[in-house]
């Protein structure tokens, strides 16, 4: 992916300091999408003299890469449950009153195409929820929204990049609406409707410390890795079993970021860590090659999507669209 072709999707972020913001700026040929977070896999940085990237995965299961091949676009009138964390519901459960209205902000069409790499490679993985390929709605936009606490100088640039770079690599598109005061909770409601309308909630970005995330601290010792984010997605379940992505998080180590932002190519790296976790978020797991991203040790030469990561992005991109979530 070009740098150019990256900041043409990139435009002014703006908001205030509550809720979600207007008007919305979006990113992709469209609309957007929705993510929360499930199975949240961390990025790690290794501290160093010369400030190397590692990210590695834990508590994530992943599930062959064929199983891409076998996606296709088509509109599905497949019944929806309650959000749920990985689970079926019983098959007489009932759409729950507490959630948005069926179909909001669907198309009958996927909302943009996936920007195929100019060599495709099967060096990727998808997340595995239950054993089955997951991915979001490509016939709905995604909403996001960032919290601006704890935002390191060009913290907010480093999101709008990565957004930008994951929807030309899926397609999907992205509305971004501004800040908002939520923080990250375990327990984070999929939809808010108070704060942020009749939809899923958005996509969560947090900028946190130590104290927010115990994970989040560092250790300087030469050698050990500390954790620089966490990423992941709640599925809701159909009833022959389908699941899509509605909402998501990635949080983001304040500390780490505010080390690399001082360390020679810090910028990239750090933008880097915020495709890895964002990839985590729309589907990707790690893979075992080091000259991809989402490869669970990252290398300082890689700071952006690889063709394994851009063919892997390319197929969740091609997910179903449900009319009925």
């Known amino acids: 992916m070009h ?49 190397a990237l590692a990210i590695v995965g834990a ?26 964390s990985g689970s079926i519901l019983s098959a007489g459960s009932q759409w729950s009153a507490g959630y948005p209205p069926r179909g909001i902000e669907a198309d009958k069409n996927p909302l943009g195409q996936p ?19 997951v991915a979001y709605d490509p016939c709905r936009p995604i909403h996001y929204v960032t919290r601006p606490d704890n935002a390191p100088p060009g913290g907010q640039q480093l999101i709008t990049d990565a957004v930008a770079a994951a929807s030309k690599a899926t397609g999907l598109v992205f509305i971004d609406d501004g800040e908002t005061t939520e923080g990250f909770s375990e327990e984070r409601s999929v939809y808010q409707p ?43 379940v159909g009833e022959a079993g389908s699941r899509v992505f509605v909402t998501g998080t990635v949080q983001l ?21 915020v ?32 063709d394994g990561d851009l063919t892997g992005l390319a197929k969740l991109g091609q997910g179903k669209c449900y009319a009925n979530h």
């Open 253 to 273: 180590n304040e500390l780490v970021f505010d080390n690399l932002l001082t360390a020679p190519n810090g910028l990239a790296l750090a933008g880097g860590i």
């Open 194 to 236: 108070d704060r942020y309308g009749e939809q899923w909630a958005p996509v969560l970005f947090v900028w946190e410390t130590p104290k927010d995330e115990p994970q989040f601290a560092i250790d300087e010792t030469p050698g050990v890795e500390n954790v620089a984010g966490l990423g992941g997605s709640q599925p809701i």
């Open 59 to 84: 508590g994530v299961w992943y599930v062959s890469p064929d199983l891409g091949d076998k996606i296709s676009t088509a509109i599905v009138g497949e019944q929806f449950h309650e959000p749920v």
């Open 275 to 306: 495709q890895h976790e964002l990839g985590h978020v729309l589907g990707l797991g790690h893979v075992q090659d080091p000259t991809q991203l989402m490869y669970e040790h990252g290398q300082q030469d890689i700071t952006s999507y690889a």
């Open 115 to 133: 920007a195929m790499p100019a060599q495709s490679s099967d060096s990727y993985t998808f997340i595995d929820d239950a054993g089955a390929f």
């Open 3 to 51: 740098d150019e072709e990256v900041q043409r999707l990139v435009g002014a972020m703006q908001g205030d300091s509550a809720g979600a913001k207007q008007p919305r700026h979006r990113f992709g040929p469209g609309r957007s999408t929705k993510a929360n977070v499930k199975g949240r896999s961390p990025a790690r940085v290794l501290l160093t003299v010369c400030t």
